[in-house]
Structures are given as structure tokens and as C-alpha cells.
């Protein structure tokens, strides 16, 4: 009896693939290893490297494996480039879910897990965003993963797979002790990149946009721990095992930080100067992002340990500084 992790090489996969691993779980992680990282697997979960869109190569895994729930990560998840490619965030993130859906149905594995992010909401108009909050995606990453929502209720509908979609907002931090992180090639991320100016490796920070309507006029985001994340899985898996219903559920911390705010964070956190100028907005960015994490707390009973962003800033951090070329260094 295995879980499957879809995407366990990537950043959130593989702390949550850690998480399971370390509560007893046998998992069985599938990852094409286009973004991921082979090094980022942990070596006791079983490893098979294929795409999701492999219709063949999935059964097989399906086949082999006893598997009585799905994580699912595997996704492209940058905003900028979807904005550029568009299609390809619909082939591999909805097709690849389409072919997933499909094949656990066809396996009888009627429980997911997946992964919503909070660009499924666009510019909303409430502050926090509920689960409630229209979702308007204001770019093709987010409207691929409501797109996956969407498929989810009518699978239940019709084939009773009961699903848990997690909205992430902003991901940061890795596991305490620095053994895995973030690594993404390109990196795109503010805090990744905020951390490789502090430690040398880039020489100043673009802050995409200064004059939005926020407190000192840089985007505004809402920061969860990869960790605290990683749990949110496990609890949604237990939610569904204990029969609920399907469901969607916002997962952030309630605050949000400005861009310029967690420069400052984090030139406290390393001691760096960490210089930055004011560049032109990224296409597709949302001014601001804060979540309501209330429905997670009261009915998953999710409580997140990382409520500050100095701390979330920290483990980044260790991970930075154990590893400066990222996973290259354990090729
Ligand atoms: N930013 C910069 N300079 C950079 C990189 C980022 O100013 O070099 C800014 C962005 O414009 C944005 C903020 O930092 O205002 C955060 O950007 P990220 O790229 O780190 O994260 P996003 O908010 O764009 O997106 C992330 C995930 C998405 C998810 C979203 C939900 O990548 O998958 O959070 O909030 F949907």
C-alpha cells in the first residue's frame, strides 16, 4: 500500500515525499524530471521517471504498485512564462491531469490530493481571500489549475474520485535542517532570488513594479513554510480517508508581506546589503495576494509552525548556504 507523489523531485513534492516517508508511509514517486531533481528524491521512496501524459508508462506504475491515494505536484507553475506559453501550461498541467484522473479511475484509486495555487483568484476583490472569493485566474498558470479543479467536481460527479485541492499562495523556506530546498532553473522566485544577491551570486535584485496600489507600492504576498505545507497534504489525505467529502481549501498565514518588506527581512536574516532597484511589472502579477487559512485550520485542524517570515526566510537560508550551486553539487 503506497501513496503516489506526482512530481516528488520538485520543491513541494519533495518535502511532503520527506513528511509521508517519515510517518511510515511507503511512497511511490512518478517525476519526468524536467523541472525536478533527481537528488531531491529521498532514497526510500521507490522512484519511476516518466510523464504524466504517458498514458502506457502510468498504467504500468498503477499496475505494479498497490497505490491507495495521489499527491499530485507535477505542473509547470510560473506565471511569467505561462503568460508566454499558454499552451503548454494547458497540455501539461490539464492533459497531464486528464490522463491521471483517468488512469486512478481506471485503477480504482479514488482519492487525490492536488495542488491549487491562489493565481486561480486573479485580482480579487476581498482581502483575505476566502473559498468563497470568485476565482478570476488573471494568467494561463491559473487558469490551468481552476481548469483542474473544475475536472476534479465532475470526476467525483460521475466516478465518485474524491479530491482535496490545496490553493498555495507563496512557498517558501525547506526543511529545517537545509538537505533539500528550492532549486529552479531558471529561478524566478523572490525570495530564491532575493538570497542569491545576499550571497554574491547575482549582484542586485529587480523588483518588478513600484507604483501599485499597496502600502509602499511593490506586490504584496502571503508566505506559507514548504513544511507547513508539506503537513496540509498529509492532514488532506487523512480528511479523505476519513470519508469527507470532496473539498478546496486556502493555504497561506493571513499576512502579507510587501516585496520591499522581505528584502528587508531578509538583509536581517543573512547580514547582506541585498541592493535592489525599482524595474517595470511582470505581466500577469496580481497586486495583492493574502489568504484566509481558517477553513484549513478548523476542518483539516492545519496549524501551521512557521509564523514568521524572518524564520521562513532562515531555513531558505541554511539551504542556500549548504548548498550554493543548489542540487548540481550531489550530481
Ligand atoms: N519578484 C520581483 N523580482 C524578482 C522575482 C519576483 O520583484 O526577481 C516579485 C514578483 O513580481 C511578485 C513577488 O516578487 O510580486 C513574488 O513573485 P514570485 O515569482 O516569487 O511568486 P508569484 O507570486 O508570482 O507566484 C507564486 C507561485 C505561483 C503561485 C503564486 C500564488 O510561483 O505558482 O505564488 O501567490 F500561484
Redesign the pocket.
Known sequence: MAILVTGGAGYIGSHTTNRLLDQGQKVVVVDNLVTGHRAAIDPRAKFYQGDLRDREFLSQVFEKEEITGVVHFAAN???GESMEKPLKYFDNNDYGFIVLLETMIAHNVKKIVFSS???TFGEAKEMPITETTPQVPTNP??ESKLVMEKFAHWADVADGLRWVALR???VAGAKADGSIGEDHHPE????P?VLQVASGKREK?????GDYPTKDGT?V?DYVHVMDLADAHILALNYLNDGNDSNAFNLGSATGFS?LEIVEAARKVTGAPIPYEIAGR?AG?PST?IASSQKAREVLHWQPKYDDIEKIIATAWTWTEKHPAGYDDQK
Open positions: 507553475s510560473l506565471v495555487t491562489a493565481a498558470y491559473g498555495y499562495f507563496n524566478t522566485h523572490l525570495i532570488i535584485l529587480q523588483i518588478f513594479g506586490n504576498r516585496n511582470r502579477d495576494l
